[in-house]
């Protein structure tokens, strides 16, 4: 494919066309960085020179597979170079993000180096990487097309003072980036529709087709970009606004991509369909939920643990929201700054901001219950898979307190298909219950299940200051086996956790847990406690008969691991069994189980029935079966009270607080 001939044009012409998109006040948003962060400004600086050095290494905010090593170039670069046996280092090697490096580098210091290496570096990779070519398929995937085309236009911009930047340049740059265009223009299947590849790949053909000199051409490229932009955002999002890939960090790369439309849109006057910004305001909205306290994201499927406070800085900008407003800091942060403009920071920084006095949220369609108070943050997980990117992790609990990640989800390391991708998409690897040795899931390559687990009966009740949820799966149903975990939240520093199992022949049941890799644990005999840097934890069980303690890996970065304390709770049964695992945030806490009484019958109920425990000054019952025949209510401590799930605190004379009927 022959490069498109383009009319030659002027450096003044072909930037004045988007001087109100993005950061079209650069000078402002060098000052405002240097002011508010300079750590980040040395760093890309640093990362610049890097690049005018011809080493590349990808260790950016939102770099999607990042690298620690960097990988260098003498002499000419190698575009398709493989390093290793992961091939992901091409493709974001192809995604050209460290050329917003050497822009933002050169806005912040003015050294004519840093657009003298883009140009080199444009010149290099299209005269070497064709797309006819069988050999560049690895840089011509559809979603490094997409970025890419984000990336250059984007960073052009920044050099838009630089006399590097000449006719030839241009008229380089215009009709590469029109072949990618064309490209995209032709790829449209059921699969780019559901994908987050179709999202990228048209996010970047509406970048491109809104920025670049207008034509029949790019207008045309422009509508359609918005077209399937809008089907894509109507099928891959839920309802409760989170993308159905069911990861973290690819619903947020998605949200990027769809706030670049919304900015793009309302500074090129572009009109979009109905429904389209309030769908968006929704994932934004999700997102902030699930922002954990430190401002990242859970580790959910193929996530890393990136603070994404940049994100919902620019939706509550975008959308004037206080709540978005209220989960993020004082000033905009880097990345934030150079898609608004700091025009925009003045804004931010006035902004009101409203909290919610809820203790839980629940995003239903995607199955995930959200608690968060006094420093302590859950996160419950009982949905669908997410396809590729989703990970066996049914029923699994995130656990962060006191500015510390106690219990975690281990990441995603690598797509590589080998043990080391098994490893952390298994069901043993997240805080969940695995029935006799065997995941719930079963990976048959890097991306595809041969055996999938559907969540049941996912449940919650937010009363008197007191959290309950809960839910089951069927990913023993094979085995005779239904699973079901409840949580109960009696305070932002105690926590209990009830896992049971329902079958009728032996089995053994076991409960995993897995620590940040900043403390240790020590067990003795039933029970355990975790010491963090910043607090200690202390967990009690309840029908356990051993703990084994496995040494682990947690992944906060693609390509990085550590170890980290894992510890499996095992529980024997020949049929039902109950464990619970009670947390304790801060002080140890007496645990002790409780006899239940019939009302009516006065005989006790068994516990395959109705069991209950006495934690400190808290009376928690809870049922596994109906029991309440024919008109019956408990006693526990003195207490009566019906119900499948009640909680008494010790003063009460009451009925006590039902959280489940």
Known sequence: MALLLVRRMDATSFFRQNENCFFSDGKACAAYAWRHDKRTCR????????????????????????????????????????????????????????????????????????PRAFVRQLESWVHEVKKEDPASAKAWRSIEAGIRMEYWMKAIRYFKSSPAITPEVLELFV?????????????????????????????????????LPQDGFTEKCTKEAIRRLDAELRIQIYDDGVHWEQSAMYHNEVLHDYLDVLILAKAKHLPLPQGFPERIHQMATAAAIWQKPDGTEPQSGDSDRID????????????????????????????????????????????????????????????????????TYLRFKAGTLGAGHGHADQLHLDVFARGQDILVDPGRYTYVP??????????????????????????????????????????????DKLCF??????????????????????????????????????????????????????????????????????????????????????????????????????????????????????KPVEVEKAPVKSNFKGTLFPDEKVEALRINDWIVVTSHQEWGSPTDSFNVCGHTGWGQC???????????????Y
């Open 308 to 375: 994404q406070r940049d994100l919902v800085q620019k939706a509550s900008i975008v959308f004037c929201d206080p709540f978005l407003r209220s989960k993020c800091g004082k000033h905009l942060c880097y990345d934030a700054l150079w898609d608004v403009g700091a025009k925009h920071a003045a804004l931010y920084e006035a902004m009101a901001q409203r909290k919610d006095n809820f203790l839980m949220h629940v995003l239903q369609d995607s199955g995930q219950v959200y608690y968060q108070h006094g420093g």
């Open 418 to 463: 080998k043990s080391d991708r098994y490893e952390f998409k298994d069901s043993a690897s997240h805080n969940t219950l695995t029935i006799d040795g065997k995941g719930s899931y079963a990976c048959k390559d890097s991306w595809e299940y041969s055996k999938m687990s559907k969540a049941f009966g996912l449940n919650w009740k937010e009363k």
């Open 43 to 114: 760093k890309i600086i640093g990362l610049a020179d890097q690049t005018v050095r011809q080493e590349f290494v990808f260790n950016l905010r939102w770099d999607l597979e990042q690298t620690a090593k960097p990988v260098v170039f003498p002499t000419t670069i190698d575009w398709l170079k493989q390093p290793g046996d992961d091939p992901e280092f091409v493709y974001a090697f192809n995604r050209m993000h460290y050329w917003l490096t050497l822009g933002q580098a050169y806005v912040l210091t003015g050294n004519e180096d840093y």
């Open 646 to 660: 009640v909680v008494f605190r010790a003063e009460d004379n009451d009925i006590g607080t039902v959280l489940e």
């Open 469 to 586: 949820f809960q839910a089951g799966h069927l990913g023993y149903y094979q085995d005779g086996v239904f699973v079901t975990r409840r949580v109960i939240v009696l305070s932002c520093d105690l926590i209990v956790i009830l896992d049971a199992i329902y079958a009728d022949r032996p089995h053994v049941m076991e409960s995993h847990l897995h620590f940040g890799p900043q403390g240790k644990v020590t067990v003795d005999g039933t029970d355990f406690a975790y010491h963090g840097v910043k607090t200690d934890v202390f967990f009690k069980t309840v029908n356990a008969e051993a703990i084994t303690q496995e040494d682990t890996r947690y992944s906060e970065r693609y390509n990085q691991a550590v170890p980290n304390d894992s510890l499996t709770i095992i529980r024997k049964t020949d049929g039902f069994a109950s464990l619970y695992t009670v947390m304790s945030i801060g």
């Open 175 to 211: 009709s590469s980036m029109r072949l990618h265009m064309e490209f995209i223009m032709g790829i449209w299947d059921s699969y780019n529709l559901l994908s987050n590849w179709g999202v990228l790949a048209n996010h970047g053909l509406f970048v491109a087709s809104a920025m």
